[in-house]
């Protein structure tokens, strides 16, 4: 075996902690990790939040962000001990050496530039390439990643491309210098299943054409499975488990990393509807203001009591934007929502106390739904000062009710949501949007932003309380796995339009229309050669046409 191109020993990283109320103090976030890259290989680094995934990312380009520092071991990179390296020479490793994907191409972007510009800059400030050579390399790479019109994508703006092929122009960034390591940090995670699928297959097969070595950060395990050789899984910062894909996949040995490959795993039996509908969107159609276009189309869809409706599709669908109609926000063209057996005014300031009370929402970002300033008696016990008037001792008691409820308890009452972890601040939202006793919860993409245990555990706790509170979920997702674990009946977007409609059992079985297909058959199996398999169908099929 030669030498690795990257080669990590007892890794130590800390940062310092202001929490409130307390003297600032030192933590240890990662605890002496080691490990190898070999040149053309793919190692994924999987596990939870604050597991340290991105911290060593960043570490192998001898970089510690916000505040983190590196304080100990080694890492070397082409033979070198980077860690001893000069401001000089790091400057020329990063970007020139080592290349960086982040997990938000939109944030990393610069929106005054064109595209072009960005994605040359380094490979000519290290001096890898004149000018006009990057700008080949650049087209030549836009083509190899499945980029449209490659010759003259790089003349637009960051904000007139998709949101996958933004991702991908990053990744042409990040090969455009010729690097020997990439650090792909959680490139596909904000995207849906049928952009991903395609940034995922321009990144595996960019990774085998040019022979970078890479490091994959990720905390799906079925992604990383995909293009990974090997793989690291951490958990609060020290290295659980470490092996091939086959083996942590097929033979995981540490209890968390056997979690991990069983997540997901809750059984919904699909309910039939009974009774009345408590929500009827009928022939909704819908533009923004001052736009000419519709943006929705026709849409029917009826959610029953104690139900869920799953609202899916990919980015740009209309799934938020049949939520800001339901909610109010967005004033339709045509049509009306009927809600326990009353028709809804169109706007939301013709709304009355009740149908506030009775209709209410969870957000996708619980860290931006919450106030910082406010404790989780605050944020929870706010509706019910407003709907019921209750004050003292009997809102209390009906704050530590509902904290019991989501699995939390009372020990929560006084804490900030700084204090929380993301899936403790998610049922916090859960908790303040039951406080009002809704018929209806909206939940806007509620465990994207989350683990897979988190949001495992956050799927299995809504279940659970609407078996409790005989409340409906309108569950608005991109996320096939999570659709089929909860659903009892699904709608299917697609530009709009409601394409597919009935109940889960009817529209995951075929005939499938096209673009269903699509969309299911771009869900990431936990299986080896199963991208490989999805990249020669689709082949296959481009060739049949």
């Known amino acids: 075996m030669s030498e690795p191109l990257l080669k990590v020993r007892g890794l130590k990283i800390g940062a310092t902690v202001y929490p409130p109320n307390e003297k600032p103090h030192d933590i240890d976030i990662v605890h002496g990790v080691d490990f190898d890259v070999q040149k053309g290989k793919v190692l994924g680094l999987i596990g939870e939040s604050g597991a340290g995934k991105s911290t060593i990312g960043l570490a192998s380009m001898a970089y510690g962000r916000g505040g983190v520092k590196i304080t100990g071991g080694e890492v070397w990179v082409n033979g070198r001990d980077i860690m001893q390296s000069g401001i000089g020479d790091i400057r020329k490793l990063r970007g020139g050496e080592v290349t960086y994907v982040s997990q938000s191409a939109a944030a990393s972007f610069n929106p005054a530039k064109k595209i072009i510009d960005q994605v040359v800059e380094a ?16 087209r030549v790479l836009f083509e190899k990643l499945g980029l449209p019109d490659p010759q003259n994508i790089g003349d637009r703006f960051p904000h007139q491309v998709s949101g996958g092929q933004l991702q991908r122009c990053m990744t042409a960034l990040a090969l455009c210098p010729e690097p020997d390591l990439v650090v792909f940090d959680e490139p596909t995670t904000a995207l849906d299943v049928t952009t991903q699928i ?54 995981p040995q540490e209890e968390y990393t056997q979690a991990l490959v069983s997540v997901r795993s809750i059984e919904h039996e699909e309910k039939q509807p009974s009774g009345d509908p408590v929500l009827s969107v009928r022939n909704i159609t819908a533009r923004y203001k001052g736009t000419q276009f519709d943006v929705l189309h026709n849409v029917n869809v009826d959610l029953y ?36 057996g009353r028709t809804l005014s169109p706007d939301l300031a013709g709304r009355s106390q009740e149908d506030l009370r009775e209709l209410q929402m969870i957000y996708q970002m619980a860290d931006v739904a919450m106030n910082p300033r406010q404790t989780v008696g605050t944020i929870i016990g706010r509706p019910l000062e407003f709907y019921f008037d209750m004050k003292g001792e009997e809102k209390r008691k009906r704050i530590i009710e509902l904290l019991d409820e989501i699995e939390l308890g009372e020990e929560f009452i006084d804490r900030y949501p700084a204090e929380l972890s993301g899936g403790q601040k998610q049922r916090v939202c859960i908790a303040r949007s039951l406080a009002a006793k ?26 659970e ?16 796995a999570t659709v089929r674990a909860i659903s009892d009946s699904i709608a299917v977007m697609y530009q709009g339009k409601v394409q597919r409609y009935g109940g889960k059992n009817q529209v995951l079985s ?20 199963w991208l490989e398999e999805v990249i020669s169908n689709r082949k296959m099929e481009s060739a049949g046409n």
């Open 305 to 340: 009591p104690g139900q869920t409706l799953a609202v899916v599709g990919e980015s740009g669908s209309g799934k938020s934007t049949l939520a800001r109609v339901i909610t109010g926000l967005l004033p339709p063209r045509e049509g009306e929502i009927e809600f326990a």
């Open 510 to 529: 075929p005939p499938f229309d096209d673009y269903t297909d699509l969309l299911l058959s771009s869900v990431p199996e936990m299986r080896l050669g």
């Open 438 to 463: 809704p018929k209806m919860i909206i939940c806007d993409e509620v465990t994207s932003a989350l683990d897979p245990l988190v949001a495992d555990g956050i799927l299995k706790l809504l279940l």
């Open 465 to 480: 309380l609407q078996k409790i509170e005989d409340v409906a979920f309108l569950f608005i997702t991109h996320d096939l």
């Open 198 to 251: 395609d940034v995922l297959m321009a990144i595996k097969e960019a990774i085998r054409e040019t022979g970078v070595a890479a490091l994959y950060i990720t905390h799906d395990l079925a992604v990383v499975a995909q293009v990974s050789d090997d793989i690291m899984v951490l958990r609060h910062g020290n290295m659980v488990e470490y092996g091939s894909v086959d083996q942590i996949i097929n033979n």
């Open 123 to 138: 490979a000519v400030e290290q001096k890898k390439f004149s000018r006009k050579e990057a700008e080949e390399r650049a």
